[in-house]
């Protein structure tokens, strides 16, 4: 606002401060808020700024997306990572989001049917994949064998009621008849984020994660690892949904379907939904 009110005044000054011959001032004031007008018109929008809650596994690929994004427009994104079962918390009770990327289709449909959310901006961005993970090679085979196995202390996983990653690892365990006789084991992270953490620090020897935290490092994954067929958990199809009527929100929103953002999604281990999924 402060840098329109600038411009503005600036126009008004080139504008009252030209003198052609045989103009009166009188003349050029009433020019004045003509060419003001003009001026504002045909500058460049002013860059503006929106906040978007991202679910914890996504975090690190939207990153991504918003560098692109802020490149091309100017604009600025300012990112909020937790749980989607948290951030959904605090936009029910008012957080100023402009718009929320969750690890879930059910939230984002939830705030949709509450008017919450911008009626048909919601859409399918993401499939998820759920991967056990040992820093240690040898550890996790490709059956996750030793989940029936007494070969470990502690497993870490995102907590089920917060977190949808933490929900697939406990239908998963639920399939193998491992859940109840691994409670002392389980070792639950608000978000899938700490979950890793548990891993990687050594505080667990194996874990539940998303699979796009490995191939989102860069590198070759170390220890040893088991991609859980996705037939073994509700599938995790991510969903985002616009919260206001931003302009520049709508424009993110958008930028997010386009090829450039869905290779920077793929290349992060994620599978792709079909276009707009969300919104069928």
């Given at each position: 606002m402060a840098q329109a009110t600038t411009r503005t005044r600036l126009a008004a000054c080139l504008i009252l401060n030209y003198r052609p011959p045989g103009m009166s001032i009188q003349f050029?004031?009433?020019l004045a808020p003509i060419f003001v007008l003009l001026y504002i018109g045909i500058t460049p929008a002013i860059a503006g700024e929106i906040h978007i809650a991202v679910a914890a596994n996504f975090a690190p690929t939207l990153a991504q997306i918003t560098r692109?994004?802020?490149?091309?427009?100017?604009?600025?994104v300012i990112l909020a990572s937790g749980s989607t079962g948290r951030h959904y918390a605090q936009i029910i009770n008012g957080a100023p989001f402009d718009a929320f990327f969750a690890a879930d289709a059910a939230r984002p449909r939830l705030l949709e049917e509450a008017g919450i959310g911008i009626a048909n901006s919601r859409y399918s961005y993401a499939i998820g994949r759920l991967?056990?993970?040992s820093p240690q090679p040898?550890?996790?085979n490709d059956t996750g064998a030793i989940l029936s196995s007494a070969r470990f202390h502690r497993l870490a996983i995102a907590n089920p009621r917060l977190a949808p990653y933490g929900l697939a690892a406990k239908e998963v365990l639920e399939g193998m008849l491992q859940w109840e006789k691994?409670?002392?084991?389980?070792?639950r992270g608000e978000n899938i984020n700490q979950a890793f953490q548990f891993v990687h620090s050594g505080n667990a020897q194996l874990g539940f994660i998303a699979a796009s935290q490995l191939a989102g490092r860069g590198k070759p994954a170390a220890g040893s690892h088991w991609l859980v067929p996705a037939e073994l958990h509700t599938p995790i199809l991510q969903q985002a949904i616009q919260l206001t009527n931003s302009d520049i929100a709508r424009q993110f929103m958008e930028f997010a379907l386009t090829s450039e953002a869905r290779q920077i999604i793929t290349k992060n281990g994620y599978d792709l939904p079909q276009r707009a999924a969300g919104k069928n």
């Open positions: 050029r004031r009433i692109v994004f802020e490149k091309q427009t100017g604009h600025q991967m056990l993970w040898g550890v996790v691994l409670q002392d084991t389980l070792v």
